[in-house]
């Protein structure tokens, strides 16, 4: 079976935050989701840039609810002002999909001093998720999602010693292995933990392949046209690279704990479908360290 926007049911009434929204996956999967009925929160760093893109959903889904809020997963204090206008704004919420991210870039820290990749794709979304966790309990049917990457099996550790990179000679790669290997053993951790406590909300992960978007940018030589004439014919769109994170927030025979991605070689490009990650992310005692220690640096606690 291909799955396919299409295979999205009906999402009206329902309310998804999608984190990123305003390019790339994010914005395909604002899309979609509005134009079968959801109310779609893009939350982003670059309002105007959300506008813009809200606007052109809205132009192609006449009708479409769509809102833009400020969120810059780089700094706890925006996480935290976001959330609780959120959670006031929408006393239900139904998906909130975690996909912002960024890939590769050279050695930056957040506003906090967490390493860039590290804060941003693992930190911030932990924060996020936290402090609107209590808006999805109740709901029937709520999701949360997570966007990893194949990513998380490339020179990836989450090296507890050095989270932030500051005693090691920088390694971007394996930094974004690092975000991404978190954000699957926060989500199966988050998973367990929602299935101890008997809640309606359930975790799953996502992982769009190689996808030809904004964020590859930091890729040595992504710009160079004969790089992106190539990439255009061997990666993955961003309409194909959107299909496992919506059918992970929106196929009824989804389960909490599951992981989606392309269908294709190595799981590059391709239709969504089940897939299975590396044998690390699946370690639970790595995933409780990981949680205690998120919990510390973001100061955030979870209702389960």
Not at 110 to 130: I, K, R, S, Y
Not at 168 to 191: C, E, I, P, W
Not at 216 to 226: E, F, K, M, N, S
Not at 274 to 287: E, R
Request: a positive charge.
């Amino acid at each position: 079976m291909t799955w396919t926007e299409k295979d999205v049911p009906d999402e009206s009434g329902r309310v998804a935050i999608v984190t990123g929204s305003n390019t790339g996956l994010g914005y395909d999967t604002a899309r979609v989701l509005a134009a079968r009925g959801a109310r779609v929160v893009m939350a982003v760093r670059d309002t105007a840039k959300g506008d813009a893109a809200a606007a052109r959903i809205r132009a192609l889904s006449p009708g479409a609810e769509v809102t833009v809020h400020a969120l810059d997963l780089g700094s706890l204090a925006s996480v935290r002002a976001a959330a609780a206008e959120l959670a006031a704004a929408h006393p239900r919420i139904d998906l909130l999909i975690n996909n912002a991210g960024v890939m590769y870039p050279p050695k930056q820290t957040t506003a906090d001093g967490f390493e860039l990749q590290f804060g941003t794709n693992h930190l911030g979304h932990f924060a996020l998720t936290g402090l609107l966790l209590k808006n999805l309990l109740g709901v029937d049917g709520s999701r949360v999602v997570a966007v990893a990457s194949i990513a998380h099996n490339i020179r990836a550790k989450i090296d507890f010693a050095d989270l932030q990179w500051e005693t090691r000679r920088y390694d971007r790669v394996a930094s974004y292995g690092q975000s991404k290997l978190a954000n699957l053993m926060f989500t199966y951790d988050l998973q367990r933990r929602l299935a101890a406590a008997k809640a309606k909300t359930i975790a799953v992960a996502a992982h769009p392949g190689v996808a030809a978007t904004e964020l590859i940018r930091h890729v040595p030589g992504a710009g160079l046209p004969g790089v992106s004439w190539l990439s255009g014919r061997l990666l993955n769109t961003s309409e194909l690279g959107a299909l496992p994170t919506l059918r992970a927030a929106t196929d009824p025979a989804v389960r909490g704990g599951q992981y989606y991605g392309p269908d294709g070689f190595r799981e590059l490009r391709g239709y969504p479908k089940l897939v299975t990650s590396s044998a690390q992310s699946h370690d639970t005692a790595v995933q409780e360290r990981l949680w205690s220690v998120s919990e510390e640096l973001t100061g955030v606690t979870y209702p389960v």
